[in-house]
């Protein structure tokens, strides 16, 4: 194997994770691919957790995937079993085998159905999955599950992440406290739709599963699904989202409960805060950049325009070599496909208005901008000029970094 | 300015570029951004000369798109006037007045109407095109106007090129020998629709514009709309196609004659050759790859998969590594979001079938393909299994020159 990467330098320090009641987290080292390292993590939760979950759209899902997905309609979930290091894609029946086999493995530890087992892996695509070392791990990980395991897991569930990736919030339903806290992991192979990544979110409310997917699903559209780093959707993407009922909150008939706005907004902010930190690990990344788009024809077109400004990746190289080349801005808009007018399209960087109304604006004055280009977060702005839409996205550079990492062998 | 590029490993050399009859071309230093360099190209034509033409489809084109487009329809055309080195987009107004100026100059000079005067522009984006350097050097130029200024035409139109570009096809319209002749630039910002770059074609056969028009756009279709370098679409991309009509060959009427097959299949091969050049020419290129997909739904969702992988970072970044990393193709396939079927789908490298319906082939041994990979010209074939739907992509590999040349500052 390479040289551990060095830690990215958009690295943001783990947060405290406190137990969140009716969780119990773990780490083991199967030894699936990596040796010396921790590569399998486990959850159990408390009877009666409902869960909710997001997935790649790849037409070439993983089997965990698969298996995610035909369990989801029942809402309930009692363990997770995630392994890095291999993902389980394009194994044919043998993948299929293989979630059978370690969800029943699971199943039989904790007391429940397999169908209640939810399941993911991430590595390296095509390879078949040992899942007897899964088998052979799981009970003495099992053994050792705790509330404090969180950290433990976000590290194990890490490829070619060079930092844990955790968030927390806390708030309230109906006046009760409840948390939220989750761990992801991430670093390339990452776009919309899902960013290339895993995502383990748990809080003690107590949701009726459709409530937890709607809020789920909306909070990634506003934070995943806004997220880039090289374009590149992986067939393992996922989002669940658990929650064990133990906080006692009044109960919850559905999303648009007045009593959820403040947990909603906290969820879509730790979802925001977990896919800014996969950004943050793209492979190569020194910077984070936000894209704003104003002033399309609709939201919808808005993040289309973002998102082509974001991939783009004569953009990307610009802002690595902290060159204000706003021109590209204005090549990649043009290349997005949607509704644009040279003569209203506006470019701000740094908050400067570099361009206004289809050319550049008098006396504009580069220095500001050269300032803002040496720092880490970089922001460019877009207002199209042409009605009320809206979006952002959020992508890192392009550098050599990237290259080193994927374009070494088997990587 | 930086220092000159090396030319790239996958260069061609020029072929010898004789006379069309009925084009004089040549190219000047205007100082309009190089030094010590030609940076300045006229071509004259011809009393009667047709033309045809092909435009980005990016929604913030340049000044001189703008003006070609509009001078289209009368399908006539006596001059070209192109500069490298400033593209003459986001210059509003002023990008307008350049354009008038400029093509009325030539106008004079020809004794033409302006509309009948072609621009294209190339270069840096937003910088308003020093308009007067062109007007005071176009009389010199036009002065030195040769049969032979073919290759001095293909130098004048680089900008980040390290190679000129040229082909030459010898065919016959119903019995009539006729040449076609073109000059293409283009190196980065390279994606259809169309290939960020420059294409200019001659030939001495007699054709209406509409005829022209038709076999120019099928020949697009098959050659720079199926090549990527980096997904990034110029605002400035443009092909003309101009035919003297000086061969005499017998009237054409309509672009389904059959006499003129070896026309049309000369012309495409031509097309694609000079598009392959813009590609071996791509920005730190080291590696040409041709993506060929069958078994897909309709041809148009097989043009869609290999784009997906043509443009995949990752896959580019695992040919630059010399890595059958056909787990990416897999991803790229899964992200296209065209219809595919994990359990059909088939991956060869280097004509290797590597995954066969689903997983990875009994036995694949990975000798032959690792091989392959070491070569200048790599071949990944995708086999969908769904349908009888087919096409073809080229596109280069991701290395470290390619952020050497666009992360650079106002590259």
């Keep these: 194997m390479a040289a551990p990467l060095p830690v990215s330098p958009l690295a943001r320090p783990m947060p405290a994770l406190a137990p969140v009641a009716g969780v119990r ?93 939810f399941l993911a892996s991430t590595g390296v695509i095509g390879e078949i999955l040992p899942h007897q070392k899964i088998t052979d791990a799981l009970p003495g990980l099992y053994a050792t599950l705790s509330d404090n395991g969180w950290a433990d897991a976000a590290r194990g569930i890490m490829t070619t992440d060079t930092f844990p990736k955790g968030a927390v919030r806390e708030t309230t339903i109906g006046g009760t406290p409840v948390r939220i806290q989750g761990i992801a992991k991430g670093s390339g192979m990452v776009a919309p739709d899902m960013a290339t990544m895993l995502c383990f979110v748990a809080t003690d409310a107590a949701l009726p599963a459709p409530v937890l997917q709607a809020l789920l699903s909306a909070g990634t559209n506003k934070s995943f699904n806004r997220t880039t780093v090289d374009s590149d959707t992986s067939t393992s993407d996922m989002v669940l989202l658990f929650a064990t009922g133990l906080a006692g909150n009044p109960p919850i008939a559905a999303e648009t409960d007045p009593a959820l706005a403040d947990f909603a907004e906290a969820l879509d902010s730790l979802l925001l805060e977990l896919a800014l930190l996969v950004v943050r690990d793209g492979e190569g990344a020194t910077k984070l950049m936000r894209i704003q788009v104003t002033g399309a024809t609709s939201d919808e077109s808005a993040h289309r325009v973002a998102l082509a400004v974001a991939n783009s990746p004569l953009v990307k190289t610009a802002i690595a070599g902290e060159d204000a080349n706003w021109g590209r801005v204005v090549m990649a808009v043009g290349k997005s496909g949607e509704p644009a007018n040279r003569d209203t399209l506006s470019i701000a960087m740094g908050g400067v208005w570099i361009a206004r109304n289809g050319t550049v604006v008098t006396g504009y004055d580069e220095t500001p901008v050269v300032a803002h280009m040496k720092g880490q977060e970089i922001d460019i702005d877009i207002d199209l000029g042409l009605g009320n839409g809206a979006s952002t996205a959020w992508s890192c550079d392009l550098t050599h970094g990237y290259i080193d990492i994927n374009g070494s062998y088997r990587s």
Excluded: H
């Design 25 to 117: 987290f773990g780490a083991a080292a199967a030894g699936i691919r990596y040796t010396g390292r921790t590569d399998l993590v486990m959850a159990e939760f408390a009877p009666g957790t409902t869960v909710a979950g997001v997935f790649t759209r790849s037409k070439c899902p993983g089997a965990p995937v698969d298996w995610c997905r035909a369990a989801l309609p029942q809402g309930v979930a009692r363990a997770l079993v995630v392994n890095a290091g291999n993902a389980n894609v394009f194994t044919g029946r043998a993948g299929f085998e293989a979630t059978q086999a370690n969800a029943a493995d699971a199943a039989r530890l904790v007391g429940c159905a397999a169908s209640q087992v």
